[in-house]
């Protein structure tokens, strides 16, 4: 499920990207970093063994995030400062983000591309399905 997933999420980068350069084209700077980033879309995806957590956030760039685990949240914050014609000032962002399972926090895989934020993540050994063999009596 999660490679189909992947895919899903590549051809959406790329479709993403085409609209942000014909968008850019009638509204320069649209896509730059804005205020109120709390409101950004964010998709989770389940598997039996892995979490897929998808954000789009146009206009940042990779080094601007921080990613962290508590729990099963996945905290997100980022800082960059923007100039404009009234001056520069600072965005920032802080998202807690609540995960449907406990994960390692050792394994986590982030990526930034074309303004989606994509972070793998792998569910807890306790938090994975069993398979229970029974005993005949």
């Known amino acids: ?18 609209f942000d350069r014909v968008f ?3 509204a320069p700077g649209a ?16 598997g039996d063994e892995a979490v897929k957590v998808v954000v789009r956030i146009p206009g940042w760039q990779a080094e601007w995030f921080n990613l962290s685990v508590e729990g099963n949240r996945l905290l997100l914050e980022g800082e960059t400062r923007v100039t404009e014609e009234s001056g520069e000032s600072a965005v920032s962002l802080k998202r807690s983000i609540n995960l449907p399972y406990r994960v390692e ?5 982030a990526t930034y591309r074309d303004g989606i934020l994509t972070v793998d993540l792998k569910k807890s050994e306790q938090d994975r399905p069993r ?3 029974i005993e005949a009596a």
């Open 105 to 109: 926090p050792e394994d986590i895989k």
């Open 31 to 46: 896509f730059a970093p804005v205020a109120n980033i709390t409101n950004a879309p964010v998709n989770i995806y389940t």
């Open 24 to 26: 850019n084209q009638f």
């Open 131 to 133: 398979t229970i063999k």
């Open 1 to 18: 499920m999660l490679r189909i997933l992947d895919q899903l999420t590549r051809n959406t980068r790329h479709d993403w990207d085409f």
